[in-house]
Nanobody
Framework: VQLQASGGGLVKAGRSLRLSCVASGRIPSITTIGWYRQAPGKRRELVADITSGGSTSYDDFVKGRFTISRDNAENTVNLQMNDLKPEDTAIYYC???????????WGQGTKVTVSS
């Protein structure tokens, strides 16, 4: 399984971006996919995730601004990011987890830069 993340870029504060994570290969039916981010000098942190059943969770700093969604038929998970803030600047990674795998699968990351 491979994950391909895309959609990052440079935007001004208050604008929006939409990130996409496309999974290729054999995807187990029970898979949770999440978006994580890592800012320079900081630990990688969970932004949001979504289960195969559609249940979502968000970190407090993005609640109300970011929305995660999933298209199982297309093996795609999107992260709609609205009202972006400079502190959202980071490299964003998608990760897939399944009980069928010993280790999670990570995408290569997409860079988001928000200017003030």
């Amino acid at each position: 399984v491979q994950l391909q993340a895309s959609g990052g870029g440079l935007v001004k504060a208050g604008r929006s971006l939409r990130l996409s994570c496309v999974a290729s290969g054999r995807i187990p039916s029970i898979t949770t996919i999440g978006w994580y981010r890592q800012a320079p000098g900081k630990r990688r942190e969970l932004v949001a995730d979504i289960t195969s059943g559609g249940s979502t969770s968000y970190d407090d700093f993005v609640k109300g601004r970011f929305t995660i969604s999933r298209d199982n038929a297309e093996n795609t998970v999107n992260l709609q990011m609205n009202d972006l803030k400079p502190e959202d600047t980071a490299i964003y990674y998608c990760k897939a987890e399944s009980p069928s795998w010993y280790d999670p699968k990570w995408g290569q990351g997409t860079k988001v830069t928000v200017s003030s």
